[in-house]
């Protein structure tokens, strides 16, 4: 990999996670080269898509290889990207609407996770927040982008270091922590048993091979034998740094120089074994790789140039060094810290259990507003059910018809006003017979009264 790679996500920013080197004797077939290690930047992907398009360009290319690490960090090298090719700036751009799509997305996740859907996001406002790109020009890709990027990602993984040996701390308080806690669930009988057995593992896991000082001639003239087989007795410092300089830059990066304590962690650190912690070795690994850089790497940019690495090699702590204390034999907390830690969990416990039972009581109420709704639900479907049956009983009852099977409605008779009953129909009868009727019978019809011609029936076609 090119040297800024090598620069910007080993050696300035701080590997995060080294390989141990496995060097055989026989030559083995050609490998593809392994990938850059993740540095745990949330803009690691964008780094390294820039980093690869970069080095594509052959005149950013040749300016790299005359740069230095101060150059970089610096962001004189920045100015550079004015002259590399139009179809890696036309990449550049690209990328960087990409970035700032992603962080848009992010920040409207945030905000709906923790707002009212109809609230207004100042994206270019929240943007600012974020240091490694340019938000006042969000679709081209200046010399100020790499100048941020290389800078933001310098000071975000520069204490990562720190970082790391406060999480293995509180690691090691939480180990500790479980331990007594278990311990005090078991009877006495039970609990000396355990304790008994703790101080036996403890035991055995500090029954190992003296463990040399990283950097000391002792250590390396043993990776010199052990690793590549060479003979110790014809130990050469600067032979040492080219075989070791595996990527052949001119310098030893993190990821180098910690490959070369596998003998060393080997010593303390079996995988197989019930008494060894390999969190404890990723510790060690580390504390060892910050030993050497702080008596080697004099310009701090954390590499070692080969006169800095024969440079320590003069120095009388290089051949005189005595043992080195592993991590078990160290205080990494004090009781105070631990009695702190316990605090804080106890704490988070109480949260935890009071959250539960809000859930278990949300939960409950929602569980009896369900039998509600069922029982309401039941209720409707009854009174839908009562409302067919009568429609379908209305719909069998059958209607009067006539010849034709046509509907036949009888009309209403008129409502009478008058209180009294009407007086029954007159049948017509022709004048003759009147004539001759008996005059007891004889009726005198009214006069000017229109006779009632008969009614016709109705009928509905």
Partial sequence: MMKLSWLLLTSLLGLVASVPIDRSKEKKTEEAPPEPPDTGLYYHRYLQEVINVLETDSHF???????????????????????????VRTKLDELKRQEVSRLRMLIKAKMDATMEQNVQIDHLGLLKQFEHLDPQNQHTFEARDLELLIQAATKDLENYDAAHHEEFKRYEMLKEHERREYLRSLDEEKRREEEARFQELRRRHREHPKVNVPGSRDQLKEVWEETDGLDPSEFNPKTFFKLHDTNSDGVLDEQELEALFTKELEKVYDPRNEEDDMLEMEEERLRMREHVMKNVDMNKDRLVTLEEFLKSTEKKEFSEAGGWETVDETQVYSEAELKRFEAELAAQEAELSRRAEQLRRQHQDLAERQVQLDAQKKEYQNAV???????NQ??????????????????????????????????AVPADTLAHAPEQNQVEPAQNQPQQPPQPEVQIQ
Avoid: C, T, Y
Avoid at 65 to 79: C, F, H, V
Avoid at 385 to 391: F, G
Avoid at 400 to 417: D, N, R, S, T, Y
């Fill in 61 to 87: 290319r040749e300016k790299l290889q005359a740069a230095n690490a101060e150059d970089i960090k610096s962001g004189k090298l920045s100015k550079e990207l004015d002259f590399v090719s139009h179809h």
């Fill in 385 to 391: 059910l009562q409302m067919e049956q009568r429609k």
């Fill in 394 to 427: 209305q719909a069998a009852v059958p209607m009067p018809a006539g010849a034709g099977g046509e509907l036949k409605f009888q009309p209403q008779p008129p409502q009478v006003a008058q209180a009294d009953p009407p007086l029954p129909a007159q049948s």
